[in-house]
C-alpha cells in the first residue's frame, strides 16, 4: 500500500511561505519541534486543501492517508479549512501546478506566489475529527484509514478497515 502521512494542521520551521500559518495556533504543543538554533521559527497553520492538492499530485496515486493530531479537536481550539487562495491578482487558486524536478525558477515563482497568497476559509471552523477527516477525504480521493489522537500508539485509532 502507498500511504501518505497528514498532520490535522500544518507546521514549518523557519521563514518559508506557509499561507495559513496563524498565531493563535502557537498554544498547540511541540515539544519536539524548538523554535531555536539552525531551523528558525517553529510555525502553524490551518488545514489547507491548496497544499493537500500539491502534495498529493507530487506524492503520486495513494491508497490511503494516516492522520496525526487529531486530538486538536478535543481541546476545542477552532481549526479553519482553507479550501482556496485569494492572489494579489485578484485570481483564485485551488491547485499548483508542479513544476519539473530541479526547476529553481517554478520554485521561486511557488514561493512568491505562496507567501502572497490569501487564504480562502470555509464559512465556519471544523467541528470535529470527523469533519476534518470528511474534507481530507473529498480533497485526496482516497481513505484516511486511522488517525492519532494522542502522542503514543496507544492514541491510534482504526478509521477504516485496510484491503
Known amino acids: 500500500h502507498h500511504l501518505g502521512l497528514l498532520r490535522s ?21 511541540e515539544p519536539h519541534n524548538p523554535s531555536d538554533g539552525w531551523q528558525g521559527a517553529f510555525r502553524r497553520g490551518h488545514p489547507d486543501a491548496v497544499l493537500l492538492r ?7 496515486p495513494l491508497h490511503g492517508l494516516l492522520a496525526s493530531h487529531l486530538d ?9 479549512w482553507c479550501s482556496t487562495y485569494a492572489t494579489s491578482a485578484g485570481e483564485t487558486v485551488s491547485r499548483l501546478p508542479l513544476g519539473a524536478p530541479h526547476d529553481l525558477a517554478h520554485q521561486s515563482w511557488l514561493t512568491s506566489l505562496l507567501q502572497s497568497a490569501q ?32 502522542p503514543t500508539h496507544a492514541d491510534l485509532r482504526w478509521l477504516k478497515e485496510l484491503a
Open 54 to 60: 500539491y502534495a498529493l499530485d507530487a506524492a503520486g
Open 9 to 29: 494542521y500544518l507546521t514549518r520551521h523557519g521563514a518559508g511561505p506557509l499561507p495559513t500559518h496563524d498565531a493563535a495556533l502557537d498554544v498547540l504543543s
Open 72 to 80: 486538536v479537536f478535543d481541546a476545542g481550539l477552532p481549526l479553519r
Open 119 to 150: 487564504p480562502r476559509y470555509a464559512p465556519r471552523p471544523l467541528a470535529s475529527a470527523a469533519e476534518w477527516v470528511q474534507r481530507a477525504e473529498a480533497v485526496a480521493g482516497c481513505p484516511v484509514w486511522a488517525g492519532s489522537h494522542g
